[in-house]
């Protein structure tokens, strides 16, 4: 069994990726004229890049990453890891060709691209580094230049292929980097506090919280005179408890807080009330009966639709409709129906809060230095727009501002702030009675009700089903004839995504604000819906024999 | 994952090569010369241990002798013609007790390419014997080691109690060399008439053939010589050409046959070639189909992969014992799980159905139980699995489906499966509701999936449960005029049950696919497929892989042979 290359495993695995250069944290307030000095120097270098008998390059974009990130682990109370990390990526985007047809990857761009440099301001030390830097970007740029050139003689044009690279305006913003604005030691106190809350529960296998404040300061700088900086903040603080049931499945739980800024940070008596919550949902989860897999109508909270949002969020991106490998389900349906008309999807990173509550997925510049813009996507079911890096479409020739990406990558249209909204609302009661009438009308005696999600999982490729698995933390089965709803455990959701968006029955009234990692922060602020059929699987789960022993005794 | 496919072309024959001289029309080989070594080797191996473990509790022996041809030609030349005989030696040896032994569901015995003389086949019956008890002894002692940390909530036996068997069915007739002449004579004639057709790229007519003889020897006393499970022979004719789009696109037929007797005749077989150029002249013409939810009518052959995928393969007993699988159906015997219009049935003993050979047809499974009719599930209530000698909670016994190549160790298969419409309805009846469906959901138009390629299907839980099946071909179907348009591009796909719970209702047309070999953890073995067109409420097509390429920049070397000039597009342009 091969699981397929494209396979995006989103299961809250939300740190960035690192590389493998460590080293002491320490504030860094100093000025960096060097780094400034150092890229502008190499930037004006580029244009003497050429190889004798390859076309020289036509752009050269240069993006900077400061990191720096501080990550706790905390087991009942007290610390087990501790980790300061701190470096600096630099990213070249060399393209060679002309922007009608360069080395763009076909497709998903996903090797990395950046290396990590000399976080000190040396100005030699960062030349050199860049020096290197984009002699390996050239010549790889050039490979890959020709290596598209000769699959295009194989493979012909695509009616999908266009251009490789929008033309936009060159921005300038400067912004300096802002050191202060988080309490790193309220957050570890969070990490120590909220594991604390837990030894209420000493007979759980597993249970710990960890944290992470990661900050990052971009300086995006090209040839064509662009230079954006920008800042981008993440504090996280994830909790995760395991229990096992009666016959030996494991249960297990998770919560977690996600915030760009201290303000958006939970108490203590948030946190404190997390952890009750994930208690009370364990207990209730180690006695939940298990069903087999069963279809039914089901109503999902908001966490699982954002899951839903996500994905054909993802299935949007400007690459997407141009990647041979990828399932293009959308590519084609402009101005056609691809979801309920009472429905409107659209993505807007400038929108900085929803119901006072601070959004994840605002920004005012992308990785590209192309200014955040709201995007109708879907409007009233009917395909408008999609998420656009410089990487353009047929019919979309420029950026709208999503061109995002983890440091060290190359931008590809992400979502910033998914918001989903319904013309036609129903009170969460409605719901569930438009639920068990769908039940009555299809015969079936159980519906679902999914909520709080716990992770998902998406296959995106041709050479696979197109599909989407949700491990959600509670599934009951609601009756039809009596409405009475039953906690199973150890079953996960899955769906494919065209019939599922199809058969969206009816929409909850209150929305709720799910904060997700994607590569990058994303928001997503959606209602609860009713649809008409999801599937459920047995999770992956072994089953194992209880401790032997009872767990020792508390000393509180 | 499980695999069904046409039995593919082009695979290549995994044993080694002989000359043809040394084939002989008749069969050489007498049993006893087979059964004597083992019947020696298996008294001593009973008694052999290692100090401070048991001997073995069952011993089998399962030799396979192979005598296979396949002859190819394309555009009017032959292209490969070979032959092969060989012999594969098949060992299981178990210790312990039946409740708990050394075998565990990824458990495979130990095989060899055996020699044909009797004092070499007894060499080789000792030291793999000995291998395979000394892998036994340690798999039972990893397994114990494994239940130290693992929960076992209903413990199930590992080997089923079974009466044993003494069969001796005839040895096979091979007349390899006079069929080899008339198929180095036939495929030039029928691959030449793809040559009429400037378009088709690539095209083969190609014939496989194989007889066997398996033995099976059991320390229990099952003693078995007799046929060995396979396709006997089958002729294939296979052509491909491109989209002016660059989209590859594939035709296939095939023709199982028994005797040379069970082929139509030429000229029906020309006119199959034909067919198969108008399909993808057709084709390369299509439309290409964006993805869709939509309802769907399938014909019997799609039917029957949607079963074999969706139902089949979760059906199969020792899936339910190991919780890395599906086991969607576990705990559901007695409770409905596809609607209660239909049946579904396997049927191994069924030699013929409207007067083909059913090529999912066998007297004996490869443990040496007799082949059982089962019904699986019966107006929609879950009633059964299919079973080898791995019990399952409430099935304690084989039902005749334990079924493996001659390399690997037997698992519950299908044989032959049928899915039986219990209110059926004309096709022409399918239409019109689908096309009232249609109208019904504000759908423009729905699909009609005509044969299939095959299909493909997740069965562990750390993969989402998801399959597909490759239609052959696919027409939209407008649900105002009931207008057929044939479109390409697109693969149907979902998760099981929602599929199978979508099946609003099936015609009165089952047919018999009989081409398909299936593939699992037991090997590759072929299946009978009967069912009739169903259609679903919906379902949802994706895009298939994308398998691009120019077309060739020259025509076609045929036109000039049929005194076009070469700059002559030919009819609708063709090239």
Redesign the interface.
Known sequence: ?S?SAALVVLFFSGSFPFFPLHASAGPSALPQDALDSAMSFELARSGGLKDEGYPPPYYVGLAATDLETKERVCVMGRERYAADRRQRILTPDIRVGSPGMDNHPVGMPSDMAGRSVPFENDLFALRHGLWRLMDLAYKSASADYLRKQALR????K??YDFDDFSREAPNRSARAPDRGGWDRERIERLCLEGSRAFRKAPGLLHAEVSTALSREDWRVRDTEGLSVDFSRDIAEIELEAVDIAT??LKVAVNSRFLAAAEIGLPGLGEVEGAVREMMADLAALKVAVT?????APAVLDPSIVAAVVLSVGTRLSGEEQRN??G???F???LGTPVLSPILTLVDDPTLVSFRNRPLLGTYAFDNQGIPGQRVVLIERGILKGFLLSRYPVIGFPRSNGHGRRAPGYLAVGTPGNLILSARETVSEEKLFELLRKELKRRDKPYGLWVRKLGGF?Q?Q???R?????VSARLVYMVEAKTGKKTLVRNLDV???P??LM??ILAAGDRSEVTDLVAGVPVSVVAPSLLVS???L??????????PILPPPPAEE | ?ALLRRAALGVPFAMALLLLPAISPAWPVVDSEVFRPMEAEMARGLGMRKEGFDPPYFLAYRLTDIRAMEVSASFGAITDDDAQESRVLYIEVRVGTRTLDNTDLGFQGWHVSAGDASESLRTQLWTLTDKAYKSAVAGYLEKKAKR??????EPLDDFSVEVSTVFTGPSPRSDLQGERGRLLELLPRLSAVFREYPYVYESQATARRRWSRRYLLTSEGTRIAAEGSHVPGVLHLSAMTRAP??MRLDALAGFPYREWGDLPSEEALVEAVRRLARQLDEGRMAP?Q????APVILDSEVTSVLFHEALGHKLEGQRQRD??H???????VG?RVIPEHLSFIDDPTLAVFQGTPVNGHYLFDEEGVPAQRVTLVDHGILKNFLMSRWPVKGFPNSNGHGRADAYRHPTGRMGTIIVVAHRPVSPAELERRLRELCRAKGKPYGFLLVGSFGGEN?N?????????VSPRLIYRVDAATGARTRVRGVKM??????LL?RIVAAGDDAQLSNEFVCGAESGRVPVGQIAPSVLLS?A?L?????D???PPLLPSPFLEERGRKPDDPGPRGER
């Open positions: 069994m699981l003689v194989s493979r012909g695509a009616e016959d030996g069903t087999s897999p069963f279809d041979p490998s399932t293009q389900v590519r084609d349906k999982s296959s490729s041709t050479g089903q197109d599909a989407l698995r899955v769906c494919t065209l019939t199809e058969n059929g999801v599937e699987q047995r999770s992956e789960a072994k089953p194992e024999k209880a | 994952m130290a940390t693992e929960f076992i909530a789009d660059g290409v964006p993805p869709m939810a919780p890395a599906s086991q969607i159906f576990k705990d559901l409770k997740p562990l839980r750390r993969a989402a449960q998801t399959f597909e796909a979902g998760t099981p049950l929602v719970d919906e949802e994706q895009r298939i892989p994308e691009r390429s120019v």
